[in-house]
């Protein structure tokens, strides 16, 4: 089962940055961003949780809880965290929890290979945790932005 929108995040608890644990309830209150990424230390990686940082406030005034998920380990994530300066935890999805609940592994084509991945994705909830908006095989140039009105807009 994937999570749809209208639907909660089934209750789930993956390991965090900072010693965090990642589940539904860390976003209680609050709209969440779960945006989900191929790798750390990539460039379009780098460039989107960049560009999250970048934007921080503004989803921080938009009562708006920013959370990153990838397959990597949390030693890998506490690199990439500190390398740029983020603000936010990233989640170690290692096992692919919130990954196959989401929908986002895909085949992709890597330097003439087919190989299994995580497809770019976004996605945001309201403040009572359904979901409201989806985002699937992005593009890194001006999501964040999106996202961010999409957030606003959210009463």
Not at 26 to 39: I, M, R
Request: include cysteine; proline fraction near 5%.
């Amino acid at each position: 089962m994937t999570v749809s929108i209208g639907h909660n995040i089934p209750n789930c608890a993956i390991p965090a940055t900072s010693g965090l644990t990642f589940s539904p309830e860390s976003a209680k209150g609050k709209k969440l961003v779960l945006y989900f990424y191929p790798k750390d230390m990539t460039p379009g990686c780098t460039a989107e949780s960049g560009e999250f940082r970048d934007h921080i406030e503004a989803f921080t005034k938009a009562n708006t809880l920013v959370v990153g998920v990838s397959r990597d380990n949390l030693k890998s994530h506490d690199n990439f965290r500190s390398k740029l300066g983020l603000p936010f935890e990233l989640v170690a999805d290692t096992e692919e929890k919130l990954c196959q609940l989401f929908g986002v592994m895909k085949m992709k084509n890597m330097y003439g290979k087919q190989v299994r991945g995580v497809e770019r994705s976004t996605f945001l909830f309201d403040a009572s945790g359904k979901l409201v908006k989806e985002w699937r095989g992005l593009k890194v140039p001006g999501h964040v932005t999106e996202v961010l009105q999409a957030a606003q807009a959210i009463k």
